[in-house]
């Protein structure tokens, strides 16, 4: 059984996140250690490794990069522990002027910084449409760029948070 | 995870960062990423008329391995030729600065910014 199966979604990339968090819920009651505490060890193992599976499917189906790591992975193509490069220069050029203005910025910045995290979440947003049509097509080595791309763009909003943390907390 | 002194001495003090100006006809430029953790490198070569390197210089923005190896990459091209540089592997540089079996891919990225930037400056000076 997937993961889309056991939380009885289709197998797409648009997940609808409140179904997804309900389903979690009600699977993690059903198969919570406390239920099993009475039951023989074999029964208790059984119900940790589903409990498991859950939190695994739950971490995987939430998360865009994940989830679409995942569905390449259903269709037969493995990305997730690659070790190979991206050599996009444009791509990679604007990367690297994105880092620049991030490590650029200063605590006097805070109207520009918003800005700038705005326009870093529209480019995510646009690369997540093309990722779910790049899959819906079945455009699968489309799709894996897409998702090798869409990793620099979370790595930089992740800068983006730590940044804010130091200036303004 | 416990950096090499080696790591950390690249890291404190990285050699060669800066930049050329790329549309120079004598400068190579490699624009590498690893998608596993998002760094980023460019690697620049400055070749002189017989075709050695005379000068490297490397932007990172990464960990401390991959901003080691793209530092200790720049100290090792110089003098070399394009030939010579080209054969500067992945093994080498793990292996000089003792990075862990999950920093390999560090390597690997100052492996293959040699190789794009070689691939740069061939196809800037063959195109005419």
Redesign the interface.
Known sequence: MNYFELFSLPALFSVDQTRLSVTYRELQKQYHPDKFAMHSDSERLAAMQKSTEINDAYQTLKNSCLRAQYLLLLNGLD?A?????????S???Q??EW?ETIASFTEDDEDEIEAFAENIEEQVQDLESEIALQLQEKQLEAAADS???L??M???K?ELDLLEEKLFD | MAYSEKVIDHYENPRNVGSFDKDDKSVATGMVGAPACGDVMKLQLKIDDNGVIEDAKFKTYGCGSAIASSSLVTEWVKGKTLEEAGKISNTEISAELALPPVKIHCSILAEDAIKAAIDDYKSKNTAE
């Open positions: 990305i522990l690659e070790q190979r490069t991206l050599q996009d220069t791509f990679l050029m990367q690297m880092r998702v090798r791309k990793k620099f979370l790595k930089l992740i």
